[in-house]
Nanobody, 118 residues
Framework: QVQLVESGGGLVQAGDSLRLSCAAS????????MAWFRQAPGKEREFIAG????????SYADSVKGRFTISTNKIKTMMYLQMNSLKPEDTAVYYC???????????WGQGTQVTVSA
């Protein structure tokens, strides 16, 4: 089972930037895809950004497109989420996730809190 550990969350003001990191314990070639999700209070967890195992393809939710950027290091042991122009509605617990095949994401981190004040 892959172990994922997020870090980098915190309290920022609207308009600020923040970078989240996700450290993975498995060899990089075992990833079919990796992604960031978030869950705001009282809401369901939502997909916000994903990257294929090769790093060749990324995808974003409309709510973060143009403001957030997903990336990995070359050996795919680290994944990042650069968040710019943060808004109060970006406040949530952010999770990284991975999967080794098609289908649902099977490995999840413990989450990191991001709070954006107005």
């Amino acid at each position: 089972q892959v172990q994922l550990v997020e870090s980098g969350g915190g309290l920022v003001q609207a308009g600020d930037s923040l970078r989240l990191s996700c450290a993975a314990s498995s060899p990089p070639f075992s990833f079919y895809a990796m992604a960031w999700f978030r869950q705001a209070p009282g809401k369901e967890r939502e997909f916000i950004a994903g990257v294929t195992g090769t790093g060749s393809t990324t995808s974003y939710a409309d709510s973060v497109k143009g403001r957030f950027t997903i990336s990995t290091n070359k050996i795919k042991t680290m994944m990042y989420l650069q968040m710019n122009s943060l808004k109060p509605e970006d406040t949530a617990v952010y999770y990284c996730a991975s999967k080794s095949t098609k289908g649902p994401f099977t490995s999840w981190g413990q989450g990191t809190q991001v709070t954006v004040s107005a």
